[in-house]
């Protein structure tokens, strides 16, 4: 079964449209009206391998944090829906990435229990005009469809490159988690919910 679709997303705020392909080649066009938010989307579905066509609209005339928040929301609901029942993945992905003097590691797990950790907190600051806490906001989103996501930041000191290194590790992260295991085939990844047939 391919595992692609079409997703909508409209609030007062914001109105998301976005294609998905989890088992496509990275290929993108992705367009939030914010520059540096689209660079990293795009680092996102590149090092994912996850096709992703965004189209997204909203309110950043007075703050950017309902689109970032709500496209986070849009792609983890995507993903969580082209995953199904969740038989025949890994479930769990991780990956350590570096980007100069910055390193980054994050944990995904796709088990339907919503949380996102990170240490984000110790670093404050604005890239261009993109404050780095909306990277805390933007994983939240996701991570609220039904992911567990730990983001540790182990050092770095510009913060382009420790949001880039962590969407980079996310996306690598993400990709081994929905990825198909030969050896899981027809089974759910879940003692809870244990299925073989």
Do not use: W
């Not at 679709?5 to 496509?24: A, C, M, Q, V």
């Not at 579905?45 to 189209?55: A, G, N, T, V, Y």
């Amino acid at each position: 079964m391919e595992r692609k679709g079409d997703f909508s997303r409209k609030t007062r705020e914001t109105h998301i449209e976005l294609k998905l392909n989890l088992d496509g080649q990275g290929k993108y066009e992705v367009n939030t009206g914010i520059g540096f938010f689209n660079h990293m989307l795009e680092t996102i579905s590149m090092h994912s391998l996850i096709d992703m066509r965004l189209d997204a609209s909203g309110d950043i005339h007075v703050d950017f944090h309902h689109l970032v928040e709500d496209v986070g929301i849009a792609l983890g609901a995507g993903v969580k829906e082209l995953l199904g029942d969740k038989k025949g993945v890994r479930r769990f992905g991780q990956s350590a990435v570096p980007l100069d003097e910055a390193l980054v590691e994050v944990i995904v797990d796709i088990s339907g229990r919503p949380l996102c950790v990170t240490n984000f907190t110790e670093f404050k600051g604005e890239i261009g005009n993109f404050n780095f806490e909306l990277g805390d906001v933007f994983f939240n989103g996701f991570a609220s469809m039904g992911f567990t996501v730990h983001i540790v930041v182990k050092r770095g000191a510009n913060l382009h490159h420790i949001l880039e290194a962590s969407c980079k590790a996310f996306a690598r992260a993400l990709r081994m988690a929905v990825e198909k295991d030969e050896r899981m085939k027809n089974i759910i990844p879940s003692t809870k919910d244990f299925i073989q047939s």
